[in-house]
């Protein structure tokens, strides 16, 4: 990493990565590349100075992944046209046509949001399709779904638009109940590949199997989960999505690698092999332990779980085998 390198690269508009060490960033081609003398570092929420300083001339803009996601971390300018945007903006702001923009900005904004939450309620309830006699249970069911689902930020299907809003309203209303009908959030689950998807097709199965009662018009059972849920309060969840990605995307093979590197070898499969059978038996024996305590719910899903947990089990063992081959 030179300075004269940085000096050739002032004249350009890049995109560019955090860099290892401070007033560094790593270009496209993977150099590592000092910040040119003079120049500043912009943080990022301030749209408006941003765009700013990226039309005063060239820039750097520093982004990264994070689990997936783009995140900006800010831009690099020269410090004096840095400067000058900010009191170019503040001078802006201070203007009443700026105020009135910005208002009438978030009022169209707003009736753009309602709209959308409109017809998303309209789509859950058309993907329901109960029998009229449940009329009623289907509204309210959309209701609860849309205010869940569609608050801006909140990171649920419901924002994407990489999915027609049918298929959107069928994953929401299916997410929806898998939360608040189901002992999804309370489960254990084998932190290994494939057993919290296995789990989530069983009980999607099962919300699917519910939702057609309602849909051939047969009366509600007594108990019915989605009746319960309906009438009492939204169930916390236990669980954030964060913490469900990060467990769909766990390494299964971490622990085996960190134990050949260290140059246990051979005692690998037995190792694997006991760990497995423990995940499987602490499954079973969680799962038993609620179907004796006489929950309806969670003796109804421990079958399920533990099913589940044998069957990723195994599969991870043949894997881990199989890779070490």
């Avoid at 789990?199 to 018009?217: I, T």
């Amino acid at each position: 990493m030179t300075r004269a390198v940085a000096t050739q690269r002032e004249d350009e508009s890049l995109e560019v990565s955090p860099g290892p060490r401070p007033n560094t960033v790593r270009m496209a081609s993977g150099e590592v590349v000092a910040i040119p003398e003079g120049w500043a570092h912009l943080a990022p929420g301030d749209a408006l100075l941003t765009r700013r300083v990226k039309a005063g001339g060239p820039s750097w803009t520093v982004s990264e992944l994070v689990r997936n996601k783009r995140m900006s971390r800010g831009v690099w300018a020269p410090a004096e046209r840095i400067e000058a945007a900010k009191r170019s903006v503040t001078s802006t702001r201070a203007a009443p046509e700026y105020t009135r923009r910005l208002e009438a900005g978030r009022a169209r904004r707003a009736r753009a949001e309602a709209d959308y939450v409109r017809e998303f309620g309209r789509q859950v309830e058309a993907f329901l399709a109960f029998h009229a006699s449940h009329a009623a249970l289907a509204r309210t069911l959309a209701e609860r779904v849309a205010e869940h689902a569609t608050p801006v930020g909140s990171g649920t299907v419901a924002r994407t638009r990489r999915i027609p809003v049918e298929r959107r309203a069928e994953a929401a209303v299916i997410a929806w109940l898998r939360h608040q009908t189901t002992a999804y959030d309370a489960m254990h689950i084998p932190r290994v590949a494939g057993a919290r998807h296995e789990v989530r097709r069983m009980l999607a199965e099962r919300s699917r199997a519910l939702l057609d009662r309602y849909r051939r018009g047969l009366p509600s059972e007594p108990g019915c989960p989605l009746v319960a849920a309906l009438a009492g309060a939204p169930k916390p969840d236990l669980r954030t999505r964060a913490a469900d990605a990060r467990e769909d995307e766990a390494d299964p093979f971490e622990d085996d690698r960190d134990g050949r590197e260290a140059g246990d070898v051979g005692d690998t499969y037995a190792r694997d092999e006991a760990d497995d059978g423990a995940l499987v038996q602490d499954a079973v024996r969680i799962a038993e332990a609620r179907a004796a305590a006489g929950d309806p719910e969670l003796a109804a899903i421990s079958e399920a779980e533990a099913e589940a947990a044998r069957r990723a089990a195994r599969q991870a063992i043949v894997r881990k085998k199989l890779a070490r081959r």
